[in-house]
């Protein structure tokens, strides 16, 4: 590992309205809760993402309430540190064209209240004309997208009293395709991070999606990665993936995949580092214990960060 203490060691939570995520008056589940207080122990920081109640954009007074009994759970729990991944702000997209103001405003005020330590977001498209997509859409690649990148990222890194931290995108096949443009995601991504002299995040199963789209097969995947922002990574996202019918699928189910923890140990590696690794949306059951491929999934992630 590269010269710096152990990381940061979290999980991150995409928090749904319903039985194991939130009830209709914006309280934590029992499960959800003994999730945290069973984890606690182990963790630096977790992340949560909350959706809004209507599928639309949220007001403040709809996310405020139960974000606070989210940061309060895991802060009982014991875990120190608390960001939120954001689902909205759609960094692909120019604020010619996209009103971020209302937004901007109410993750300002939850950043404030809460004390939260960074903000993540996907470098893509989340949603169109306030609809969200079943995938988040990947950027445009070419010089246009990549300026268009940029001046997203600098409004939102302005407004936000903490750092941004700009995640590299999904792949899917059939949802990202046809990709717009001729650049390589490795490289545009890098340009708009160092551009917007910005901060990131390195979703190992994300790499690898583009990797895979791109043709690529065993060791390969893990080729062309020195040209990433390495430097100005903060953060690296490991989430539950599988491989059906010859595609790579970003699941979030808990289930990881060798190339996946390889890719983890190259990060770490090559990343001058700090950094926070995330196992994200580990799945549990209904008294809050981890379901066998996200036990397993966690404890694997665990020896790497702590050899």
Do not use: K
């Amino acid at each position: 590992m590269s010269g710096w203490a152990a990381p940061s060691f979290g999980i991150g939570l995409d928090v749904l309205w319903g039985p194991q995520g939130l009830s209709a008056e914006g309280r934590p589940a029992p499960s959800l809760v003994a999730l945290l207080e069973e984890l606690g122990p182990r963790l630096d920081h977790v992340f949560f993402s909350l959706q809004s109640p209507t599928r639309g954009i949220p007001a403040l007074d709809e996310v405020l309430g139960p974000m606070t009994e989210l940061v309060a759970a895991a802060r009982e729990a014991g875990v120190p540190t608390v960001a939120l991944h954001h689902t909205m702000l759609n960094l692909a997209c120019p604020p010619r064209a996209y009103d971020r103001q209302g937004l901007l405003e109410m993750t300002r005020a939850l950043c404030d209240t809460l004390d939260l330590a960074w903000v993540n977001e996907d470098l893509g498209y989340w949603s169109v004309q306030g609809q969200p997509l079943a995938y988040p859409l990947p950027p445009q690649l070419t010089e246009v997208g990549l300026t268009d990148c940029v001046a997203a990222i600098r409004q939102v890194q302005d407004a936000l009293p903490c750092p941004l931290h700009v995640e590299f995108p999904g792949f899917a096949a059939d949802l990202s395709e046809p990709c717009l443009g001729d650049w390589d995601a490795f490289d545009l991504f890098r340009e708009a991070v160092m551009r917007s002299d910005a901060v990131c995040t390195l979703d190992v199963g994300h790499l690898l999606s583009w990797r895979w789209l791109m043709g690529h097969r065993g060791a390969a995947l893990l080729e062309g990665w020195e040209r990433l922002p390495l430097s100005a990574c903060r953060e690296i996202h490991v989430a539950g993936a599988r491989i059906r019918s010859d595609q790579l699928i970003d699941a979030h189910d808990g289930h990881l995949l060798a190339d996946q923890l390889h890719g983890l140990r190259w990060l770490l590696e090559h990343c001058p580092g700090p950094v926070a690794v995330t196992f994200e949306d580990p799945r549990f059951d209904e008294e809050g214990r981890l379901q066998p491929d996200s036990e397993s999934g966690l404890e694997a992630l665990w020896r790497v960060v702590h050899p």
